[in-house]
């Protein structure tokens, strides 16, 4: 029960918040020993912040959570391939592995370095893409 | 008299801030028409967070002043060279201009890909190189 699918499920829980409010779809969700430990969805127009992204927020969330900087025994989902600066925090957190759902092809890391994450980190892609993606695109619709 | 040194001294004298609270001495500023925003420094061991590197809350700082995302007419200040997450920070924050004091050969964007940063962001490296990498080097010394 408790597989890839359940928990961006979760994810995509949270990238439904980010679109109700208006965000950039996107969400995630922290796991450790089977459980969600942080979960969080892109802030960045109602934080004027572009470093409110989904992935900033839960591994301060999950880290706060543990009581250290680290994510070594974690499982990062998050429903939209990571950028750049996301890759490069989840390389400090030396997370163990990464989960998500839809590329992205244009800003998403691994167009620009396959080298931002942590050697360590092992890497999903694709699952529940279309779902993933299709919330995106539905946003991306709504605002044109 | 408000040249590139005047600036640096003000992350060198953040970076000193993080040095006594036994943070990995970094600071930053965000000057814009002239005149310092934001400043931070440094505070990762303190928040147990990776993310809160100088430049990250210095973004969120300015930000926060200015009212908007982003950062299309402010210089930011750092006392060593930014790592991918945060460049990858100060590219959505479309960074007019980016000048650095030490390099980090091994840590820094520009060894991982030049290409993380804002394509319109102008780059200028080695102000107060010496005093910015002998904070570094000090700190790095007296932990060992």
């Not at 999950?62 to 390389?91: F, H, I, Q, S, W």
Request: glycine share 4%; proline share 3%.
């Amino acid at each position: 029960m408790f597989d890839d699918e359940y928990f961006m499920k979760q994810a995509l829980q949270e990238a439904q918040k980010a679109f109700n409010k208006n965000e950039i779809p996107v969400g995630a969700v922290v796991v450790s020993e089977q459980r969600v430990i942080a979960r969080a969805h892109n802030l960045t127009e109602l934080l004027n912040d572009v470093t409110a992204h989904a992935e900033m927020q839960v591994i301060t969330s999950a880290t706060n959570v543990l009581g250290g900087k680290y994510l070594t025994d974690c499982t990062l989902y998050v429903t939209v391939e990571p950028c750049p600066m996301c890759a490069g925090a989840l390389r400090w957190a030396q997370l163990s592995r990464l989960v998500y759902g839809a590329s992205d092809e244009k800003r998403g890391y691994s167009t620009i370095s396959p080298f931002l994450l942590h050697p360590k980190t092992t890497v999903t892609k694709g699952v529940m893409a279309n779902e993933c993606s299709e919330l995106m695109q539905t946003f991306f619709k709504n605002i044109r």
